[in-house]
């Protein structure tokens, strides 16, 4: 069973920035390609962004020049720096797992962002 454990969701007003955290095992660090999906009331779980192994991503076109993942090897974390955010960023973010950019399997259980004034 993959472990993730989010951190770093809040309140923020748009134009604003927060930085959304993931730990896992070392193992699934070193194996599976990491994410972060979200989830707004009335829709459907849609890909926000992913990272390999190797370090190459993938963003959503909503989100490209305004967010960034990253990797952190050393405290098996992958992170996502969230700038620029606007009221439609608003969601409950969730870590994730799997092997594909495209495609994940496993979930954490998720962290509230919502950008409002």
């Known amino acids: 069973q993959v472990q993730l454990v989010e951190s770093g969701g809040g309140l923020v007003q748009p134009g604003g920035s927060l930085r959304l955290s993931c730990r896992t095992s070392?193992?699934?660090?070193?194996?599976?390609?990491l994410g972060w999906y979200r989830q707004a009331p009335g829709k459907q779980r849609e890909l926000v962004a992913s990272?390999?192994?190797?370090?190459?991503?993938n963003y959503a076109d909503s989100v490209k020049g305004r967010f960034t993942i990253s990797r952190e090897n050393a405290k098996s974390t992958v992170y996502l720096q969230m700038n620029s955010l606007k009221p439609e960023d608003t969601a409950v973010y969730y870590c994730?797992?799997?092997?594909?950019?495209?495609?994940?399997?496993?979930w954490g259980q998720g962290t509230q962002v919502t950008v409002s004034s």
């Open positions: 994730s797992a799997g092997n594909t950019l495209l495609h994940h399997s496993y």
């Open positions: 070392r193992n699934s660090f070193s194996i599976y390609t």
């Open positions: 990272i390999a192994t190797s370090g190459i991503t």
